[in-house]
C-alpha cells in the first residue's frame, strides 16, 4: 500500500521490528528505500472477510498493491483475457480497525425556508455506468482467440 495514501487515510500503521530491503520490479531500489512501516487491515471481498497486513512503501501512482496472500486467501474468480472479476467477488472493500460507519450530514446553510407543500432538494445523486478499461494484454488475448479456429484435441477437452 501507498505510504502516502495511508497517511491520507488516516490509518494507524506501526513500525516493524527491522527495516527489510525495498526493491522493485526492476531490481532497482525503491524510493522508500526499505520497508519500515505496515498496517493491518480487513480485507471483504464479496462477502468474506480476511484480516491482511499491507506493507507501506512508495507505489507512485499505485495507491493498493493486491497480492499473492491476497489472492490465496480469496481465490478469486478472474477472466484474466477481459480484465474482469466475477461480480460475486465484489464489492472489494479494505478496512482499518478504526474504521466508522460514515454518516450524512447535509449542509442547510443559506437555503431558503421551505414553503408548505414544497420539497426542497438538498443534494442530487447521478452515478453514470462505467466500461471496464480494455487493457491491451486482454484485447491481445482477444486477438489470439480469434484465430484459434481449429477443433480443440481430444487429449485437452
Given at each position: 500500500m501507498s505510504l502516502m495514501y495511508a497517511k491520507w487515510l488516516k490509518l494507524p500503521f506501526k513500525r516493524l521490528p527491522y527495516e527489510r530491503p525495498l526493491l522493485n520490479v526492476d531490481g532497482t531500489t525503491n524510493k522508500t528505500g526499505s520497508l519500515k512501516y505496515y498496517t493491518d487491515l480487513q480485507v471483504q471481498t464479496g462477502t468474506k472477510r480476511t484480516d491482511m497486513r499491507f506493507f507501506l512503501a512508495d507505489l507512485r501512482n499505485h495507491k493498493v498493491i493486491?497480492?499473492?496472500?491476497?489472492?490465496?486467501a480469496n481465490q478469486p474468480k478472474i477472466d484474466w483475457a477481459r480484465g474482469w472479476i466475477d461480480t460475486t467477488q465484489l464489492p472489494l472493500v479494505l478496512?482499518?480497525?478504526?474504521?466508522?460507519?460514515?454518516?450524512f450530514n447535509p449542509n442547510t446553510d443559506n437555503l431558503p425556508d421551505p414553503m408548505e407543500g414544497e420539497i426542497l432538494y438538498v443534494g442530487r445523486i447521478h452515478i453514470e455506468?462505467?466500461?471496464?478499461?480494455?487493457?491491451?494484454?486482454?484485447?491481445l488475448?482477444?486477438?489470439?482467440?480469434?484465430?484459434?479456429?481449429?477443433?480443440?484435441p481430444t487429449e485437452y477437452q
Open positions: 493486491l497480492g499473492y496472500p491476497w489472492f490465496a478496512r482499518g480497525a478504526n474504521a466508522q460507519k460514515p454518516q455506468p462505467r466500461i471496464a478499461r480494455q487493457t491491451t494484454s486482454s484485447t488475448a482477444e486477438e489470439y482467440d480469434k484465430l484459434q479456429t481449429g477443433p480443440i
